[in-house]
């Protein structure tokens, strides 16, 4: 079963802007990670957070974690044409150590 | 370095066949996931294996599959006899535990379409 639920289900947004997707979860967690997956391909990790961090950088990729609020944000700052895909947030809960995903984000930028 | 392989990348058979996918994590992974991907139900995860033994299967959808994973580079999942509604993009994922702290390396999949 899903633990994580993205938000909003699509975006699309102009090259240059940035992008905003958020993942609520239900249960208290260990960790949250984001993956992003190109059409026909695997899913590819983009950052880690864990429960005592509440926020991450990596290039132009910044993961928030409020774990009072069980939710999480990925920004993508200025937007290109490859950052479009799908993007999802997966989390391990607190008794039990294997990934839930949620149903993802598809976004799409537009040159 | 090579990544997570799946083989094969397509699979189109007739219902009632017996599929076999398979996958080679990446060297030094100890923990193999298999997932499964539809529109409808987006990514669920079937079984995991940590140093090859299965951890948690509670997703296998019914008796018609299973998976085995005979040493640390070779993981199988079979479906017999095979059904349209198994019609799904199946994943292996590798990482260095089994626990959420560490990311999974995913392969590019197989199409299984069952006609």
């Known amino acids: 079963s899903q633990q994580g639920e993205e938000d909003p289900q699509a975006l699309s947004i102009q090259e240059g802007e940035n992008a905003t997707m958020n993942c609520s979860y239900k249960t208290s967690i260990n960790n949250l990670q984001w993956y992003r997956q190109n059409s026909g391909r695997g899913l590819v990790h983009l950052i880690l957070i864990r429960s005592n961090e509440r926020e991450k950088h990596s290039g132009r990729l910044r993961v928030t974690l409020d774990t009072s609020k069980k939710s999480s944000s990925l920004l993508i700052t200025a937007s290109r044409a490859a950052d479009t895909a799908s993007y999802f947030c997966a989390t391990d809960l607190l008794n039990n150590n294997d990934m839930r995903f949620g149903a993802g984000t598809r976004l799409t930028v537009k040159p | 370095d090579a990544g997570v392989i799946q083989s094969p990348r397509h699979e189109v058979t007739e219902m009632g066949q017996e599929v076999t996918l398979r996958c080679k994590p990446i060297s030094g992974h100890n923990s193999l996931f298999w997932y499964r991907q539809t529109m409808m139900r987006g990514l669920e995860l079937l079984i995991y294996f940590n140093n090859n033994v299965p951890i948690d299967d509670s997703g296998m959808p019914e008796d018609r599959f299973s998976a085995k994973m005979p040493n640390a580079s070779f993981s199988t999942l079979k479906i017999q006899p095979s059904e349209p509604r198994d019609s799904a993009v199946y994943f292996c994922?590798?990482?260095?535990?089994?626990?959420?702290?560490?990311?999974?390396?995913f392969g590019d999949g197989t199409r299984l379409s069952i006609l």
């Open positions: 994922a590798s990482s260095k535990s089994g626990t959420g702290n560490q990311p999974q390396h």
